[in-house]
Protein backbone atom coordinates (compact mmCIF):
# COMPACT_ATOMS: atom_id res chain seq x y z
CA UNK A 1 0.00 0.00 0.00
CA UNK A 2 1.38 3.42 -1.07
CA UNK A 3 2.31 6.01 1.74
CA UNK A 4 2.23 9.95 1.67
CA UNK A 5 5.98 10.05 1.59
CA UNK A 6 6.51 7.07 -0.69
CA UNK A 7 8.60 4.93 1.60
CA UNK A 8 6.62 1.52 2.53
CA UNK A 9 4.73 1.18 5.72
CA UNK A 10 5.65 0.76 8.74
CA UNK A 11 4.35 -2.61 9.37
CA UNK A 12 6.62 -3.72 6.51
CA UNK A 13 9.77 -1.96 7.97
CA UNK A 14 9.39 -3.32 11.11
CA UNK A 15 9.24 -7.10 9.31
CA UNK A 16 12.08 -6.28 6.77
CA UNK A 17 14.41 -4.94 9.32
CA UNK A 18 13.40 -7.31 12.21
CA UNK A 19 12.20 -4.75 14.64
CA UNK A 20 10.33 -6.84 17.35
CA UNK A 21 9.26 -4.80 20.09
CA UNK A 22 11.60 -5.06 23.19
CA UNK A 23 9.87 -4.04 26.67
CA UNK A 24 13.26 -3.39 28.43
CA UNK A 25 13.74 -0.49 25.95
CA UNK A 26 10.01 1.03 26.14
CA UNK A 27 9.33 -0.30 22.42
CA UNK A 28 5.73 0.09 21.69
CA UNK A 29 5.34 1.37 18.44
CA UNK A 30 3.30 3.77 16.87
CA UNK A 31 2.72 2.61 12.88
CA UNK A 32 -0.34 4.93 12.17
CA UNK A 33 1.06 7.42 9.85
CA UNK A 34 -1.81 9.86 9.99
CA UNK A 35 -1.69 9.73 13.95
CA UNK A 36 2.43 10.37 13.58
CA UNK A 37 1.68 13.33 11.08
CA UNK A 38 -1.29 14.48 13.76
CA UNK A 39 1.39 14.31 16.71
CA UNK A 40 3.67 16.59 14.75
CA UNK A 41 0.89 18.65 13.73
CA UNK A 42 0.39 19.59 17.80
CA UNK A 43 4.49 20.77 17.86
CA UNK A 44 3.35 24.23 15.52
CA UNK A 45 4.50 24.78 12.78
CA UNK A 46 7.78 22.95 12.40
CA UNK A 47 8.55 24.96 9.00
CA UNK A 48 12.43 26.27 9.42
CA UNK A 49 12.54 24.55 12.86
CA UNK A 50 15.31 22.08 13.55
CA UNK A 51 13.51 18.81 15.52
CA UNK A 52 14.98 16.36 18.54
CA UNK A 53 13.73 13.13 18.56
CA UNK A 54 14.50 11.27 21.21
CA UNK A 55 13.18 7.44 20.43
CA UNK A 56 12.31 7.44 16.89
CA UNK A 57 12.78 3.66 16.68
CA UNK A 58 10.94 2.81 13.17
CA UNK A 59 10.50 5.95 12.34
CA UNK A 60 6.71 6.88 12.59
CA UNK A 61 7.17 10.03 14.48
CA UNK A 62 10.23 11.09 12.29
CA UNK A 63 8.46 10.35 9.00
CA UNK A 64 5.87 13.16 10.41
CA UNK A 65 8.04 15.32 11.82
CA UNK A 66 9.75 15.76 8.26
CA UNK A 67 6.44 15.43 6.08
CA UNK A 68 5.43 18.11 8.37
CA UNK A 69 8.29 20.74 7.05
CA UNK A 70 10.74 20.40 10.06
CA UNK A 71 14.39 22.23 8.73
CA UNK A 72 16.33 19.33 10.15
CA UNK A 73 15.60 16.19 12.52
CA UNK A 74 18.05 15.08 14.57
CA UNK A 75 16.85 11.49 15.83
CA UNK A 76 18.24 9.77 18.81
CA UNK A 77 18.11 5.95 19.56
CA UNK A 78 19.53 3.61 21.54
CA UNK A 79 18.75 0.63 19.98
CA UNK A 80 21.32 -0.37 17.00
CA UNK A 81 18.74 -2.47 14.94
CA UNK A 82 16.27 0.28 14.00
CA UNK A 83 19.44 2.31 12.34
CA UNK A 84 18.63 1.07 8.93
CA UNK A 85 14.97 1.69 8.68
CA UNK A 86 16.18 5.36 10.03
CA UNK A 87 18.63 5.68 7.19
CA UNK A 88 15.51 5.18 4.54
CA UNK A 89 13.76 7.74 5.72
CA UNK A 90 17.06 10.26 5.47
CA UNK A 91 17.30 8.99 1.94
CA UNK A 92 13.94 10.17 1.03
CA UNK A 93 14.73 13.37 3.02
CA UNK A 94 18.05 14.36 1.32
CA UNK A 95 19.82 16.36 4.20
CA UNK A 96 17.27 16.74 6.52
CA UNK A 97 17.62 13.72 8.97
CA UNK A 98 20.53 13.07 11.27
CA UNK A 99 20.77 9.87 13.20
CA UNK A 100 22.71 9.63 16.94
CA UNK A 101 22.84 6.13 17.84
CA UNK A 102 22.92 6.11 22.07
CA UNK A 103 21.47 6.82 25.19
CA UNK A 104 19.41 10.11 25.41
CA UNK A 105 20.40 10.56 28.98
CA UNK A 106 23.96 10.28 27.92
CA UNK A 107 24.38 13.12 25.34
CA UNK A 108 23.66 16.58 24.92
CA UNK A 109 21.77 16.55 21.40
CA UNK A 110 20.57 20.06 21.79
CA UNK A 111 24.03 21.48 21.30
CA UNK A 112 24.17 20.64 17.62
CA UNK A 113 20.81 22.35 17.07
CA UNK A 114 20.29 25.41 15.60
CA UNK A 115 17.70 27.77 17.13
CA UNK A 116 14.91 27.92 16.79
CA UNK A 117 14.18 24.43 17.81
CA UNK A 118 11.42 22.13 18.77
CA UNK A 119 11.31 18.43 20.63
CA UNK A 120 8.71 16.15 20.05
CA UNK A 121 9.08 12.40 21.22
CA UNK A 122 7.43 9.52 21.70
CA UNK A 123 9.53 9.18 24.77
CA UNK A 124 9.95 5.63 26.27
CA UNK A 125 8.65 5.80 29.56
CA UNK A 126 11.42 4.59 31.86
CA UNK A 127 13.10 7.76 31.12
CA UNK A 128 10.51 10.40 30.18
CA UNK A 129 9.96 11.93 33.36
CA UNK A 130 14.25 13.01 33.38
CA UNK A 131 14.66 13.78 30.42
CA UNK A 132 11.34 16.29 31.12
CA UNK A 133 12.69 17.49 34.12
CA UNK A 134 16.50 18.29 32.54
CA UNK A 135 14.46 19.89 29.53
CA UNK A 136 12.87 22.09 32.28
CA UNK A 137 16.24 23.42 34.60
CA UNK A 138 18.46 24.19 32.21
CA UNK A 139 21.22 26.70 33.43
CA UNK A 140 19.45 29.50 31.96
CA UNK A 141 15.68 30.55 30.96
CA UNK A 142 14.28 31.09 27.99
CA UNK A 143 15.81 27.58 27.35
CA UNK A 144 17.17 26.80 23.73
CA UNK A 145 14.45 25.18 23.08
CA UNK A 146 11.05 26.84 21.79
CA UNK A 147 8.45 23.90 22.73
CA UNK A 148 7.94 20.46 24.38
CA UNK A 149 5.58 18.07 22.61
CA UNK A 150 5.47 14.87 24.31
CA UNK A 151 4.12 11.40 24.98
CA UNK A 152 3.57 10.31 28.38
CA UNK A 153 1.25 7.68 30.26
CA UNK A 154 -1.80 9.74 31.03
CA UNK A 155 -0.72 9.80 35.03
CA UNK A 156 1.99 11.46 34.44
CA UNK A 157 0.64 13.81 31.39
CA UNK A 158 -1.89 14.78 34.46
CA UNK A 159 0.77 15.24 36.45
CA UNK A 160 2.34 18.46 34.27
CA UNK A 161 -0.51 19.96 33.85
CA UNK A 162 -2.06 19.41 37.30
CA UNK A 163 -4.15 23.07 39.00
CA UNK A 164 -3.67 23.51 42.74
CA UNK A 165 -6.31 21.09 44.35
CA UNK A 166 -6.13 18.72 42.18
CA UNK A 167 -4.82 15.18 43.12
CA UNK A 168 -1.89 14.94 40.53
CA UNK A 169 -0.64 18.85 41.83
CA UNK A 170 2.69 18.75 42.69
CA UNK A 171 6.07 19.20 41.53
CA UNK A 172 6.26 18.48 38.12
CA UNK A 173 3.25 20.98 37.73
CA UNK A 174 5.01 23.68 39.21
CA UNK A 175 8.01 23.47 37.39
CA UNK A 176 6.39 22.84 33.99
CA UNK A 177 4.04 25.54 34.75
CA UNK A 178 6.45 28.09 36.35
CA UNK A 179 7.97 28.53 32.94
CA UNK A 180 5.49 27.06 30.87
CA UNK A 181 2.48 26.89 28.65
CA UNK A 182 1.17 23.60 29.64
CA UNK A 183 -1.44 21.37 28.50
CA UNK A 184 -2.95 17.84 26.88
CA UNK A 185 -3.56 18.06 23.02
CA UNK A 186 -3.88 14.57 22.63
CA UNK A 187 -5.69 11.32 24.78
CA UNK A 188 -4.37 7.98 23.04
CA UNK A 189 -5.52 4.59 24.05
CA UNK A 190 -3.39 1.46 24.82
CA UNK A 191 -4.76 0.30 21.64
CA UNK A 192 -3.01 3.03 19.04
CA UNK A 193 0.28 1.47 19.92
CA UNK A 194 2.18 -1.90 18.69
CA UNK A 195 2.27 -3.48 20.94
CA UNK A 196 -0.05 -2.35 23.25
CA UNK A 197 0.99 -1.20 26.73
CA UNK A 198 -1.20 -1.48 30.00
CA UNK A 199 -2.02 1.81 30.09
CA UNK A 200 -3.52 5.35 28.10
CA UNK A 201 -1.53 8.04 26.73
CA UNK A 202 -1.42 11.42 26.11
CA UNK A 203 0.46 14.10 24.54
CA UNK A 204 1.60 16.98 26.21
CA UNK A 205 2.79 20.65 24.61
CA UNK A 206 4.72 22.88 26.42
CA UNK A 207 5.66 26.00 25.38
CA UNK A 208 8.28 28.33 27.16
CA UNK A 209 7.54 31.60 28.14
CA UNK A 210 10.10 34.18 27.21
CA UNK A 211 10.05 34.52 31.45
CA UNK A 212 9.46 32.88 34.41
CA UNK A 213 5.61 33.66 35.40
CA UNK A 214 6.57 34.54 38.57
CA UNK A 215 10.03 35.91 40.11
CA UNK A 216 11.97 33.54 41.85
CA UNK A 217 15.56 31.87 42.57
CA UNK A 218 15.11 28.09 40.87
CA UNK A 219 17.56 26.59 43.34
CA UNK A 220 15.68 28.07 46.84
CA UNK A 221 11.84 27.45 44.87
CA UNK A 222 13.22 23.79 44.07
CA UNK A 223 14.31 23.75 47.78
CA UNK A 224 10.66 24.94 48.79
CA UNK A 225 8.74 23.21 46.29
CA UNK A 226 10.47 19.31 47.22
CA UNK A 227 10.08 19.89 51.04
CA UNK A 228 6.47 20.54 50.57
CA UNK A 229 5.58 17.45 48.38
CA UNK A 230 8.03 15.40 50.17
CA UNK A 231 5.27 15.39 53.01
CA UNK A 232 2.35 16.58 50.99
CA UNK A 233 -0.16 15.23 53.56
CA UNK A 234 1.57 17.44 56.41
CA UNK A 235 0.91 21.43 57.32
CA UNK A 236 3.18 23.49 55.64
CA UNK A 237 4.20 24.52 59.32
CA UNK A 238 5.63 21.24 59.89
CA UNK A 239 6.77 20.07 56.11
CA UNK A 240 9.12 23.12 55.61
CA UNK A 241 10.40 23.51 59.28
CA UNK A 242 13.84 22.63 58.27
CA UNK A 243 13.94 25.80 55.83
CA UNK A 244 13.75 28.56 58.99
CA UNK A 245 12.94 27.97 62.16
CA UNK A 246 10.38 31.19 61.51
CA UNK A 247 8.71 29.41 58.85
CA UNK A 248 5.76 30.61 60.39
CA UNK A 249 6.14 34.17 60.05
CA UNK A 250 7.42 34.11 56.23
CA UNK A 251 4.26 31.51 55.47
CA UNK A 252 1.62 34.57 57.02
CA UNK A 253 3.79 37.14 55.51
CA UNK A 254 3.30 36.01 51.75
CA UNK A 255 -0.64 35.09 52.65
CA UNK A 256 -0.08 31.73 53.04
CA UNK A 257 -2.03 30.27 55.83
CA UNK A 258 0.77 27.77 58.25
CA UNK A 259 -2.12 25.14 58.50
CA UNK A 260 -2.27 25.00 54.50
CA UNK A 261 -1.01 21.76 52.79
CA UNK A 262 1.63 22.26 49.15
CA UNK A 263 -1.00 20.55 47.31
CA UNK A 264 -3.07 23.59 47.82
CA UNK A 265 -0.20 26.34 47.30
CA UNK A 266 -0.09 27.54 44.00
CA UNK A 267 2.98 28.01 41.47
CA UNK A 268 2.43 32.42 42.81
CA UNK A 269 2.64 31.60 45.97
CA UNK A 270 5.68 28.90 46.50
CA UNK A 271 7.13 31.45 44.03
CA UNK A 272 6.31 34.37 46.72
CA UNK A 273 7.59 32.09 49.59
CA UNK A 274 11.00 31.02 47.47
CA UNK A 275 11.58 34.91 47.27
CA UNK A 276 10.96 35.19 51.10
CA UNK A 277 13.07 32.51 51.69
CA UNK A 278 15.70 33.63 49.09
N1 LIG B 1 9.04 6.99 18.18
C1 LIG B 1 8.68 5.60 17.91
C2 LIG B 1 7.20 5.51 17.69
O1 LIG B 1 6.49 6.49 18.04
O2 LIG B 1 6.72 4.48 17.20
C3 LIG B 1 9.13 4.67 19.04
C4 LIG B 1 8.62 5.00 20.41
S1 LIG B 1 9.02 3.80 21.65
C5 LIG B 1 7.80 4.23 22.87
C6 LIG B 1 10.49 4.44 22.45
C7 LIG B 1 11.78 4.42 21.63
O3 LIG B 1 12.85 4.97 22.41
C8 LIG B 1 12.26 3.04 21.23
O4 LIG B 1 12.62 3.05 19.87
C9 LIG B 1 13.50 2.78 22.11
O5 LIG B 1 14.44 1.92 21.50
C10 LIG B 1 14.02 4.17 22.31
N2 LIG B 1 14.79 4.37 23.55
C11 LIG B 1 14.63 3.76 24.75
N3 LIG B 1 15.46 4.26 25.67
C12 LIG B 1 16.19 5.22 25.05
C13 LIG B 1 17.22 6.11 25.46
N4 LIG B 1 17.66 6.10 26.72
N5 LIG B 1 17.76 6.96 24.56
C14 LIG B 1 17.29 6.96 23.26
N6 LIG B 1 16.31 6.15 22.82
C15 LIG B 1 15.77 5.30 23.70
Redesign the pocket.
Known amino acids: MATIDGLPP?REVIATHGLS??KA???????DLNL?AK?ARQAGDLTGMDVL??????????RGLLAEGARRVLA????P??LPALAEIADAYPGRLDVVE?????INPLDRLTPPIAIC???????GTE?LVRWLTPKAWPPVWDSLTL?FQKEVAQRIVAKPGDKAYGRLAVLAQWRCDAQIVLHLPPEA??PP?KVSSAVVHLRALPAPRFEADPKVLERVVAAGFNQRRKMLRASLKGLSPDIEDHLTAVGIAPTERAERVSVEGFCALARRLG
Not at 54 to 60: A, D, F, I, K, T
Not at 121 to 127: K, S
Open positions: LARLGQNFLLTIEVGPGPGGLTVEKDRCGDALAANLPYNVLMFTP
